[in-house]
């Protein structure tokens, strides 16, 4: 057993095709899938996934936020299992891989051990987050956070969309409001296989990215109040531009993030002039503010410097400009040996890598504050994601799933 | 008769109160107006204005765009009347000031003769130009400019609104398709009252501007493609931000105004992101680029720094920056004798005054092209304009109908 254990690899035709028929749930026209948290097509994916779980022998958990464990037995039913998988929801114009890819390849996991006939020691706990974009329900990965007790399971069922529908009454509605506390299924581990999202690997010509840490984040919303005027009737030097002024944010952000690095980045993804008009200099914007580092210091140091300046800024160019914070989370440092642990598997399997820094928020990071957690990123064409064109390689895809299946290989254990 | 007339003033009161009568004419919750050309609430001002003309001894006739010739006899009916007036439209969210100052203070000029019993050599015509403000058919000042022979009829009739209704249908709607040809109302000159829309005469303490020109323009729709990333997942020396490319373009803008002026203004009043979403670096950006100058020569020296400075951004960004040039108007240079007797009769009023150019267009920018032709500015609130804020005081709304008057007497002549 130990000898086709170490040469097992998962049926890549197989987990293509999954990922492909899944598509299906909320297929876009130009390619990808819009499959919002606890819609109609969420139920789709749901009951076709744990269909598949059953079928391959699982029995299938789901707690009161609708999250998903399908649990494959092990040799020794006291311990507890080893976790492993992703979400299956989607961006409003998202991808097919985007938390899909590690929460099918999970699938595939259990179904290549059936396959082979492997019975690990440890159980295996193949898990579908709910709600892991928070496109439709804010915060993202709220399941993983409220498992991790970031929130409690009656706040984030009380969470209530654009359209004023709840978290509660939307897992009524798909009938995914499970018996399970959240927590209750309890994990010694979880391991996640994703998409990088990010062109990092792409651009070195690797493989798999053994993941070491997730980026610390602060967001803030920022509005900009200048004076607006009539853009042929007032002179440069009696303007309060407020455009002007956050052309001169989005620079400063720039500058700091990269003097900061490579360990850091700032972004102003949003930036919206109130009654915009071409013949009118701007006067207030709402904007976005994005800082992000693996190092709490760098955040720290970054967030200090960016709100430093932006004061100095609207000083000078009298504008007022308001920050509020509206999200702040600490770096993520994935578990060492669970990380050694993947990258002995990459290695076994002689796959290129390197260690990254997971620039995106995943449900692991909030799972390794509770318990060991590690991931796995492969790489995104053009590190394109978020987006209907978000595309990878079955080659790659293949590569992580078996990267995956010898990292719980090693966590499950197996006895000879 | 010449001893009346040199002392004469305006009736303030009666003026103030017929702005305050015809701003109920799609009078707004803030204080402002709404009476887009051609609808309505602009068939409702326009049979008060017609109504009023009327009692006041004038005989009114409508061209086939709408605009409004109210003929006050002189006593010399060979002669061409000397037209005065503005427009009646307002923005969509609009003040009380902005084009009606000036149709208003005609009328009450007319009235203002009519008790002193004063009869001018030649006629005055008072006019209300149909759409200056292109809110709702483009483009803005369609009539004057017709009239000026920049358009034909024919050409501004079909032009349609975003309902799709054309100016000829809005026209019959309200039963203002009139019956005399544009331009067959001829004029020998034109003198037109307005709020500044800009904020130098404040700023400086002056009650009357004196228009010497109006400043040309140039317009670009401009389009930036960059790439789009995870803001988490997107190293700083990987990205290709569009917005940050933006911002350098907007600081380039504002610098080489500044650089080139007082004499040139440049703005970039509206820029929106493609896909905008707080974790994701901007990748593409529409927006509009607005360059001003009375100067011929420095508008021109200002257009060709601006695209090279872009296109240096551009490239060395690695972002693709294109431009559309959607409109291009050469300055406006105000008759040199009507610009004399505004000045001539604010000085005999007493007020004090500032030679000043018109940042914005109107109508008599057009007119200026084909007749003498002169403006008259008073100041508003804080420069604003475009607005439901816009304000102006009675005092200085008075002082300028009080020049407008006297402009139009010396012109007209009066018989001892």
Same mark, same amino acid.
């Given at each position: *057993? $130990?000898?086709?254990?170490?040469? #097992?690899?998962?049926?890549?035709?197989?987990?293509?095709?999954?990922?492909?028929?899944?598509?299906?749930?909320?297929?876009?026209?130009?390619?990808?899938?819009?499959?919002?948290?606890?819609?109609? !097509?969420?139920?789709?994916?749901?009951?076709?996934?744990?269909?598949?779980?059953? $079928?391959?022998?699982?029995?299938?958990?789901?707690?009161?936020?609708?999250?998903?464990?399908?649990?494959?037995?092990?040799?020794? *039913?006291?311990?507890?299992?080893?976790?492993? &998988?992703?979400?299956?929801?989607?961006?409003?114009?998202?991808?097919?891989?985007?938390?899909?890819?590690?929460?099918?390849?999970?699938?595939?996991?259990?179904?290549?051990?059936?396959?082979?006939?492997?019975?690990?020691?440890?159980?295996?706990?193949?898990?579908?987050?709910?709600?892991?974009?928070?496109?439709?329900?804010?915060?993202?990965?709220?399941?993983?956070?409220?498992?991790?007790?970031?929130?409690?399971?009656?706040?984030?069922?009380?969470?209530?969309?654009?359209?004023? =529908?709840?978290?509660?009454?939307?897992?009524?509605?798909?009938?995914?409001?499970?018996?399970?506390?959240?927590?209750?299924?309890?994990?010694?581990?979880?391991? +996640?296989?994703?998409?990088?999202?990010?062109? =990092?690997?792409?651009?070195?010509?690797?493989?798999? &990215?053994?993941?070491?840490?997730?980026?610390?984040?602060?967001?803030?919303? %920022?509005?900009?109040? %200048?004076?607006?005027?009539?853009?042929?009737?007032?002179? *440069?030097?009696?303007?309060?531009? %407020?455009?002007?002024?956050?052309? +001169?944010?989005? #620079?400063?952000?720039?500058?700091?993030?990269?003097?900061? &690095?490579?360990?850091?980045?700032?972004?102003?993804? !949003?930036?919206?002039?109130?009654?915009?008009?071409?013949?009118?200099?701007?006067?207030?914007?709402?904007?976005?503010?994005?800082?992000?580092?693996?190092?709490? &210091?760098?955040?720290?140091?970054?967030? !200090?410097?960016?709100?430093?300046?932006?004061?100095? =800024?609207?000083?000078?160019?009298?504008?007022?400009?308001?920050?509020?914070?509206?999200?702040?989370?600490?770096?993520?440092?994935?578990?060492?040996?669970?990380?050694?642990?993947?990258?002995?598997?990459?290695?076994?399997?002689?796959?290129?890598?390197?260690?990254?820094?997971?620039?995106?928020?995943?449900?692991?990071?909030? #799972?390794?504050?509770?318990?060991?957690?590690? *991931?796995?990123?492969?790489?995104?064409?053009?590190?394109?994601?978020?987006?209907?064109?978000?595309?990878?390689?079955? $080659?790659?895809?293949?590569?992580?799933?078996?990267?995956?299946?010898?990292?719980?290989?090693?966590?499950?254990? =197996? $006895?000879?």
């Amino acid at each position: *057993m $130990a000898h086709s254990a170490s040469n #097992l690899q998962i049926n890549s035709d197989r987990l293509w095709g999954t990922i492909h028929e899944t598509a299906q749930f909320g297929a876009t026209p130009k390619g990808g899938v819009r499959r919002l948290t606890l819609g109609p !097509e969420d139920q789709k994916v749901r009951d076709w996934f744990r269909a598949a779980c059953e $079928a391959a022998g699982c029995t299938v958990h789901v707690d009161t936020l609708g999250t998903l464990y399908a649990i494959r037995p092990g040799r020794d *039913m006291t311990m507890d299992p080893v976790g492993l &998988g992703s979400h299956l929801d989607t961006q409003p114009t998202g991808g097919k891989f985007d938390g899909i890819l590690g929460t099918l390849s999970a699938l595939e996991v259990v179904r290549t051990l059936n396959d082979a006939g492997i019975t690990t020691d440890a159980p295996l706990c193949i898990i579908d987050w709910t709600n892991e974009e928070g496109s439709r329900f804010a915060p993202a990965m709220m399941a993983s956070a409220a498992y991790a007790g970031d929130f409690t399971t009656e706040d984030i069922l009380s969470r209530r969309d654009a359209d004023g =529908i709840s978290v509660g009454e939307a897992l009524d509605a798909i009938g995914y409001r499970g018996k399970e506390a959240v927590g209750a299924v309890k994990l010694q581990n979880f391991v +996640e296989l994703h998409i990088e999202q990010g062109p =990092i690997l792409e651009a070195e010509g690797k493989t798999i &990215g053994v993941v070491e840490h997730g980026q610390g984040v602060i967001w803030y919303d %920022g509005v900009v109040t %200048g004076f607006a005027g009539h853009a042929g009737a007032t002179p *440069m030097p009696l303007r309060r531009d %407020g455009l002007a002024a956050l052309s +001169e944010v989005v #620079l400063a952000v720039e500058a700091l993030a990269t003097a900061l &690095g490579p360990n850091a980045v700032g972004t102003i993804g !949003e930036a919206v002039i109130s009654h915009p008009s071409r013949n009118v200099v701007p006067g207030d914007l709402a904007f976005t503010l994005d800082l992000r580092s693996a190092d709490a &210091g760098v955040l720290d140091r970054l967030d !200090e410097a960016v709100r430093e300046k932006i004061a100095a =800024i609207a000083t000078r160019r009298n504008v007022a400009v308001e920050l509020t914070q509206v999200w702040r989370k600490l770096p993520t440092h994935f578990n060492g040996k669970l990380v050694d642990a993947v990258e002995t598997a990459t290695r076994a399997l002689g796959y290129s890598h390197r260690r990254i820094t997971s620039g995106a928020g995943h449900d692991a990071c909030n #799972l390794a504050n509770v318990m060991p957690a590690a *991931m796995i990123f492969v790489p995104c064409k053009d590190g394109v994601s978020h987006n209907e064109l978000e595309d990878a390689t079955q $080659a790659d895809c293949t590569a992580g799933a078996n990267v995956l299946l010898h990292t719980v290989l090693s966590l499950a254990g =197996i $006895a000879d």
